[in-house]
């Protein structure tokens, strides 16, 4: 799936991942290939993503939202 990780001012992060786990409001969660359509506030926390050559790595963010539809996932974050 491709992940796309922008903030007011640039883009962080695009790219293909197989994972990206999110600091919701309620916890945190995960989201995987063909997750189902969501929309989520995120809280202050860390992003991580896992591409397809299985490195992690790791953005801090303020808190923002994130959409997932159809394999894709845009972070809007602070």
Do not use: W
Not at 16 to 44: R, W, Y
């Amino acid at each position: 799936m491709n992940i796309e990780i922008v903030t007011p001012d640039t883009t962080i992060f695009t790219g293909e991942i197989t994972l990206a786990q999110l600091p919701g409001l309620d916890g945190s969660f995960e989201i995987m290939n063909n997750h189902a359509p969501l929309i989520s506030v995120l809280k202050k926390g860390r992003i991580k993503i896992l591409n397809k050559q299985q490195q992690v790595q790791y953005f801090d963010v303020k808190g923002g939202v994130v959409e997932v539809l159809e394999n894709k996932v845009l972070v809007l974050a602070e």
